[in-house]
């Protein structure tokens, strides 16, 4: 059976079922069934303003936000699906700290829920760079069902994976 690498550290029953609905070819099925919708947030304008609505919405007092986009760079093998960074430039003598944050490519034909578990992801670093309890308990307050979300998700990575023929 295919390596559940993207579920690392989920308990061996809940792993029993997937392998289970890999066996049967059901897990398409599955993810189809709970997340049918695509979102139309496809360029980096649109990226960037429905980013900035859930700042304002949650997390008004953190930092602004100055560059936001879609990154073709950022996949699997760098273990990336959204980045959140701080770049320093030197301005007229003075040091000026701009934040971005970048989301997958893939991101562009994912179900909604996905699009909007990452941007909360990295929006949620923004109080908290470390991902401990305050770390989830604020993206669970940003997106309720976050973790049900994310484990999904990492379930479309593993189903994605199989149908280019990586398992």
Known sequence: MADLKYLRGYPEPLLAQVRQLIAEQRLGDYLQQRYPGRHEVQSDKALYGYVQ?????????????????????????HRALGLHTAVSRVQGGKLKAKKEIRVASLFRQAAPEFLQMIVVHELAHLRESEHNRAFYKLCEHMLPGCGQIEFDLRLFLHWREIQDGGC
Do not use: E
Request: proline share 8%; charged share 35%; aromatic share 4%.
């Open 53 to 77: 609505r859930l700042k304002q919405d949650h997390l008004k007092s953190a930092p602004p936000i100055d560059k936001v986009l879609y990154d073709n760079r950022l996949d699997l093998t």
